[in-house]
């Protein structure tokens, strides 16, 4: 799934700034202890963006995507409130990012999602689907 991730990002992201590598892939996803359905979630979020904002895709870095579309999705997926809240300065540390820049790529990638977050099972399973494949 790594080396899917990698792929797919590069090509959306294609900036070469920040480009991502599977080494920086593999240590933010074991310190954020990245789930799974987190990283299917945050797929289907990329994937709506490259139809609806290309534009942004076209801004930002892979690895910058890569750390916000997976905490976005652990967020959505997780932050139930304070018990299992998912904080924004333990994200930017496991992607070696400031707290300040973990927010402002946050506000920028829900503003380009146009704060469409929810997903419904299918397109879950159609990534599940594509990723087996």
């Known amino acids: 799934v790594l080396d899917i991730a990698v792929d797919l990002l590069?090509?959306?992201?294609?900036?070469?700034?920040?480009?991502?590598q599977k080494k920086y892939v593999a240590r933010v996803?074991?310190?954020a202890c990245i789930s799974p359905c987190s990283m299917m979630l945050a797929l289907v979020y990329i994937e709506r963006l490259r139809h609806r904002?290309?534009?942004?895709l076209q801004q930002i870095s892979s690895s910058d995507l890569f750390l916000i579309s997976m905490m976005v999705a652990s967020k959505y997926l997780y932050d139930e409130g304070e018990e299992e809240e998912v904080f924004n300065d333990?994200?930017?540390?496991?992607?070696?990012?400031?707290?300040?820049?973990?927010n402002t790529l946050e506000m920028n990638f829900l503003s380009a999602i146009d704060w469409?977050?929810?997903?419904?099972?299918?397109?879950l399973f159609e990534v599940l689907s594509w990723l087996e494949g």
């Open 53 to 56: 904002n290309p534009e942004y």
């Open 90 to 102: 333990e994200w930017g540390a496991a992607g070696k990012v400031d707290v300040q820049t973990m």
């Open 10 to 20: 590069q090509k959306v992201a294609p900036s070469p700034i920040r480009r991502l």
């Open 116 to 123: 469409s977050l929810y997903t419904d099972p299918r397109e």
């Open 29 to 31: 996803s074991r310190e």
